[in-house]
C-alpha cells in the first residue's frame, strides 16, 4: 500500500515535470513573440506620448501666442487711453488759453473805454 502511493506521487510527480517541460518548449517560441508584441506596444506607447508632448507643446505656444496679443491689445489701449487723456489735457490747455485771452481783451476794452472818458 505504501509503496504503490509512493509510486503514484512520483508518476504523478513526473508527469507534472514534463508538462512544465512541454510548456516551457511550446512558450520559447511564443515568448519572442510576446517579447515582440510588449516591445510594439511600448513603442506604441512612447509614440503616443511624443504626440501628446507635441500637442502639449503647440497648446503652449498657442496659449503664449494668445496673452502676447493680449498683453500687446492692452499696451495699444493703454496707449490710446495715454493719448485721450493727453488730447483731453490738451483741450484744457485750450480752454484755459482762450479765457485768459478773453479776459485780457476784456480788461483791455475796459481800460480804454476808461480811457476814452477820460
Excluded: I, L, Y
Amino acid at each position: 500500500m505504501r509503496g504503490s502511493e509512493r509510486a503514484r506521487d512520483n508518476e504523478r510527480e513526473r508527469q507534472r515535470v514534463r508538462q512544465r517541460e512541454s510548456a516551457r518548449k511550446t512558450t520559447r517560441g511564443s515568448e519572442s513573440a510576446r517579447d515582440r508584441r510588449a516591445c510594439e506596444r511600448e513603442r506604441a506607447r512612447a509614440r503616443q506620448r511624443e504626440h501628446t508632448r507635441e500637442r502639449e507643446s503647440v497648446r503652449e505656444r498657442e496659449r503664449e501666442s494668445a496673452r502676447e496679443t493680449e498683453r500687446a491689445r492692452a499696451r495699444q489701449r493703454a496707449s490710446a487711453g495715454e493719448t485721450e487723456r493727453e488730447r483731453a489735457r490738451q483741450r484744457v490747455r485750450e480752454r484755459a488759453r482762450a479765457r485768459r485771452r478773453v479776459e485780457r481783451e476784456t480788461r483791455e476794452r475796459e481800460s480804454e473805454s476808461a480811457q476814452d472818458r477820460q
